[in-house]
C-alpha cells in the first residue's frame, strides 16, 4: 500500500507538469493582446515596453519554464519563510497578476478563506444530509420516503445551483427578507449580533450547494447500500441474532460506505468548480469570483495558476480516494 | 374477426425482439415515461411554436416594456419591450440545439476512442491515459478560459452568432466525452472475448467491418445512456457559461442567457427569472428520467424486476 502510495505520488508529478504545460499553451495560443485596452494614444515603443515588462518578450518556452520557477520553487520557498520566519534569499521573482500588479499568491490566500468557510461548510452540510437519506432511502425501499428522497435528489441534481441560488434570493430575500442577498466579505464576528449576521449570510449560498451536494451523494448511498442489503454476510448477521440496529448500521453501513468515501473525496475538487457559479450568485469574493475577474480582464497569470490549482486538487483528491480504498477495503490489493 | 386473428398471431409468435422486450421494461418507468414526454412536448414547444406564435422574440416595442402577464404577452415583456415568450421559444431552439449537437460531438468522440482503446490493444494505454489526463482537467475554468480566449476570433470567422455556436459546440463535446469512452471501453473490451467475435474473425473479417457490424450494436446501450446524460449535461453548461456572461451574446437568446439578463431586474420583477429557469430546470430533470429509464430498462440484471 505504502509503495502504491509512492507510486502514484510520483505518477502525479509529470501529470501535473504536463497539465500546466496544455493550460499555459492554451494561453499562450490564444489571440488576445494585454495591452490592447490600454488607449491608443499611446506610441508604440511604449506599448511594447509595457509587454516587456509583463515579461512578454521572452519566447515561449522560457516563459513556460519561468512560470515553472515562480511557482514550484519561489512560492513555496516564500511560504516558508513566512510560517517559520527564515530568511533565505531575499527577493525573488514572483507570478505577479496583470490587473493588480501584487503577487497572485497573495491574492488566493486573500480569497480563499471565503471560498472554503462557504464551499466547505456546504459540502459537509451536503454530506450529513445525504449519508442519513440515503440509508433510510435503501432500508425502506419504494416506500414513500424512498420515492420522496429519490424524487428530491433527481431534483436536485437537475436544477442547476444558478436557478436555485437566483430562486431562493427571490424567495427569502426579495419577498421574505429573511436573508442578505448578498454575501459581505469584510464583515467581522465580535459578537454574537455580528454571529448571528454571519449565519444568516451565509444560509442561503451553503444550503444552495448543499442541496446540490447531497442529491449527488445521497443517490451514491442508496445505490451502494442496496448492493450490500441483500449480501449473504447480512443474511449470516441476522440468522446469529443481531438486532436490526446493529446488522443496518455497523454492518451494512460500514461496508457500503466504502465506495461513498472515494465518492465523496473524489467531489472536493468538483465542488471548488461549481461554486463559481454560486460565488456569482451571491457575490462571494472568493477563488471563483477572482478566476471569472482575470478571465475578463485577460489577467492569464492569475487564471494559469488559478487554473492549476483547481487541477492540482483534482490529482491530489483522486490520489486520497484511491489510496482510501484500498485502505478501506481489504480485498482491494494494487500490489 | 380481425382481432382474434391478430391476437392467434401474436401468440402464435411471440415478438421476442430485443427491442420489444426494452421497451416492455421502459414503460414500467413511470418517470421515464414522463420524462420522454415532457421532452418531445418541449421540442415541440420550441421547434414548431414559433410557426404559431409569430411575435418576433427581437422586435423592440419599448412603450409595452416590463408588462406582466396579458393576453398579448402571455409571459410578460421584458425592459425593451420584447415579448417573452417568443424569446424563450427562441432561446430554447438555441439551448436544445447546442445540448444535442454537443451530445453528439461528444458521443462520437467518446465512441470512437473507446472503441479504439478497446478494440486494439497497442492503443489502449495512449489513449486512456488520454482520457485520464482530460478527467484531471478542471473543466469549468479551461471552459471559461477558452471561450474568453477565443471568442473575438470565431465571431469574425463565422459571424457573431454561428462563431459562438461552433465554439459553444465544440468546446462543451470536447470536454464530457471522457465518461463514455470508459464504458464503451469497458465493454468492448468484454465483447471482443465472445465466441461470436472469434468465429466472425476466423471467416477474415476485417477490423473496419467487425466493429460496424459486431462491436457498435453491442455496446449501443451504454451509448445510449450516456446520450441521455450527454444532452442534460450540455444543456447545463451552456447555461451557466451564458449565466457567467461568456456565452451567446444577449441579442440572441438562450435560456442562460435569458436567466443572465432577467438577474439585473431581480428586484423590480422578480418572476421574470422563473420562466427561463424553470425551462432549464424541467427539461434537465425529463431527460435525467429519461436517462434513468433507460439505464432500468437495459440493465439486464435489473430486467423483470
Partial sequence: MFNYTIRRLFLAIPTLFFISLIIFLLLDLAPSDPTANLPLTIP???????????????????????????????????????????????????????????????????????????????????????????IISAYRQYSWFDQVGTFISMIGFSVPTFFTGVLMIVVFSVWLGWFPSIYD??????????????????????????????????????????????????????????????????????????????????????????????????????????????????????????????????????????????????????? | MTDIAVNSLANARPPRSQWLDFWEQFRTHRGALFGMTFFLFVLLIVFVGPYLWTLDGQYIDIRARNQGPSLAHPFGTDQLGRDTLSRLMAGGQVSLAVGITAMALSLLLGTLIGVMAGYFKR?????????????????????????????????TAFGPETGIF?????????????????????????????????????????????????????VLSPIMVSATLGIANAIITESALSFLGLGFPSDFPTWGRLLFDSTDYLQQYPERVLWPGLAISLTVLSVNYVGDGLRDALDPRIRGR
Fill in chain 2, 166 to 218: 461552433i465554439l459553444m459546440v465544440f468546446v462543451i463535446g470536447i470536454t464530457s466525452w471522457m465518461q463514455t469512452a470508459r464504458i464503451v471501453r469497458g465493454d468492448v473490451l468484454a465483447i471482443k472475448e465472445r465466441e461470436f467475435v472469434l468465429a466472425s474473425r476466423s471467416i477474415g473479417t476485417p477490423s473496419r467491418r467487425m466493429i460496424t457490424r459486431h462491436i457498435l450494436p453491442n
Fill in chain 2, 123 to 155: 492503443l489502449d494505454g495512449l489513449l486512456m491515459r488520454l482520457t485520464d489526463l482530460f478527467l484531471a482537467l478542471p473543466l469549468l475554468p479551461l471552459l471559461l478560459v477558452i471561450i474568453m480566449l477565443f471568442r473575438d476570433t470565431l465571431r
Fill in chain 1, 185 to 335: 466579505t469584510t464583515h467581522q464576528v465580535t459578537d454574537w449580533a455580528s454571529f448571528w449576521q454571519q449565519i444568516r449570510q451565509m444560509v442561503m449560498p451553503v444550503a444552495v450547494l448543499a442541496l446540490f451536494n447531497a442529491a449527488q451523494i445521497s443517490r451514491f448511498m442508496r445505490a451502494s447500500m442496496l448492493d450490500n442489503l441483500n449480501q449473504d454476510y447480512v443474511r449470516t448477521a441476522r440468522a446469529k441474532g443481531l438486532g436490526e440496529r446493529t446488522v443496518v448500521l455497523v454492518h451494512v453501513l460500514r461496508n457500503s460506505l466504502i465506495p461513498v468515501v472515494t465518492v465523496i473525496a473524489l467531489g472536493v475538487p468538483q465542488v471548488f468548480g461549481g461554486a463559481i457559479i454560486t460565488e456569482q450568485v451571491f457575490k462571494v469574493n472568493g477563488l471563483g469570483q477572482l478566476l471569472i475577474i482575470s478571465i475578463q480582464g485577460g489577467d492569464l497569470p492569475t487564471v494559469q495558476t488559478l487554473t492549476f490549482i483547481f487541477a492540482f486538487l483534482i490529482v491530489l483528491f483522486n490520489l486520497i480516494a484511491d489510496v482510501l480504498y484500498g485502505v478501506l477495503d481489504p480485498r482491494i490489493r494494487y500490489d
Fill in chain 1, 44 to 134: 508604440p515603443e511604449v506599448r511594447e515596453k509595457i509587454r516587456q515588462s509583463l515579461g512578454l518578450g521572452e519566447p515561449i518556452h522560457i516563459r513556460y519554464l519561468l512560470w515553472c520557477k515562480q511557482f514550484f520553487i519561489n512560492e513555496p520557498l516564500n511560504i516558508m519563510e513566512q510560517w517559520f520566519g527564515w530568511d533565505i534569499a531575499g527577493d525573488r521573482l514572483r507570478v505577479l497578476s496583470w490587473q493588480t500588479r501584487s503577487p497572485v499568491v497573495d491574492l488566493i490566500v486573500q480569497r480563499t478563506p471565503q471560498t472554503l468557510w462557504v464551499v466547505g461548510m456546504s459540502y459537509v452540510v451536503g454530506v450529513l444530509i445525504a449519508l442519513p437519506i440515503g
